[in-house]
């Protein structure tokens, strides 16, 4: 894998798309071309306070006009400041970070699952396999309000939308449920979104089907974000020489963060 570089990114937009969601259009250069969907950036906040990198998923990139779109939460100091940001300013990130997802054949039946703002690296997904004509279901859960729903239906993808609380053309409930009641099955299934979801999603594949693929992006909590302090890591299930199951830990950041769900220990 190449290595990381770091460098100034200019604003080109930075707006509220949903309450408290914010959509930031970077100026990256070359960067843009390499971005792959499931990778993610950090940016370095400007504030002395703020020392830790913020992981962000890469929700789009533009190779044609040179830029990278991230969609993100206001959770904290981190992503607070980054919302303040206006056109021309200039932010300090990484060029894109892991391994992302694997796409498969374009044959294969595909199911996109987000939660949340886990949505925004799905988006990527359908439209990198949009271009390839993929098969494309995406089941995207929202506590109430939602986003980026047209966006997804207007890639072609047929789309599930579900909701915590009751609104309107929503399923009202979590994606699995959703994906219960519509009897969804797939070749391949990629997810991201919080822990218990993805659990919950890998724990459906499985149930539904032995050989299907099922992809998660984990969202650990993240330190320096380029594997030195080892606070994100997972357990995942590995096999030793002999073929007895063992587990091995594995670093968000550098070895994530997309893994096989059916690998992952819940
Ligand atoms: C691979 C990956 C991709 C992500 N993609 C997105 C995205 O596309 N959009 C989005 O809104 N959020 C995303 N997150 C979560 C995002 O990194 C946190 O919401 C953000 O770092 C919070 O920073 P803060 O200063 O506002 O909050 P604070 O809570 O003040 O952050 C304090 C510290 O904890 C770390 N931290 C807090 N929450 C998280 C978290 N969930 N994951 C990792 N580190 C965290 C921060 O980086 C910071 O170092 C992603 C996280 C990971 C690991
Ligand atoms: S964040 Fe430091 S090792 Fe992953």
Redo the contacts with the bound molecule.
């Keep these: 894998m190449e290595s990381k570089r770091v460098f100034y990114a200019g604003v080109v937009s930075n707006q509220e798309i949903a309450p408290h969601i914010m959509k930031i259009v970077l100026s990256v250069g070359e960067e843009a071309a390499k971005a792959r969907p499931g990778q993610?950036i950090n940016i370095y906040?400007k504030s002395e306070r703020?020392i830790?990198?913020?992981?962000?998923?890469i929700?789009d990139a533009d190779t044609a006009a040179r830029t990278l779109t991230?969609?993100?939460?206001?959770?904290?100091?981190?992503?607070?400041e980054l919302s303040r940001a206006v056109e021309g300013d200039r932010i300090r990130i990484t060029s894109p970070l892991?391994n992302g997802f694997r796409i498969p054949d374009p044959d294969s039946r595909v199911i996109l699952t987000g939660g949340g703002?886990g949505i925004?690296?799905m988006y990527f997904a359908a439209r990198y396999m949009a271009e390839t004509h993929h098969k494309v279901t995406a089941v995207l859960g929202f506590r109430k309000d939602t986003f980026m729903t047209k966006e997804f239906r207007e890639l072609g993808c047929r789309v599930l939308v579900t909701t915590d609380k009751p609104a309107e053309d929503a399923f009202l409930g979590n994606v699995v449920d959703c994906m219960t009641i519509n009897a969804i099955n797939a070749d391949c299934y990629m997810a991201c979104g919080p822990r218990p979801m993805l659990e919950a999603v890998s724990k459906y594949v499985v149930t539904a089907d032995e050989k299907a693929d099922i992809q998660v992006?984990?969202?650990?909590?993240?330190?320096c974000g380029y594997g030195a302090c080892v606070c994100?890591v997972t357990d995942v299930k590995a096999e030793r020489a002999d073929g007895t199951e063992s587990t091995e830990r594995l670093k968000?950041?550098k070895d994530?963060?997309v893994f096989d769900g059916r690998k992952v220990v819940w």
């Excluded at 830790?52 to 998923?57: A, N, T, V």
């Excluded at 991230?70 to 607070?80: P, S």
């Excluded at 992006?217 to 993240?222: A, K, L, N, W």
């Design positions: 993610f906040p703020l830790l990198p913020r992981p962000i998923s929700c991230l969609i993100y939460d206001i959770v904290g100091a981190g992503t607070e892991g703002i925004a690296p992006s984990m969202e650990e909590r993240m330190g994100c968000v950041c994530g963060p």
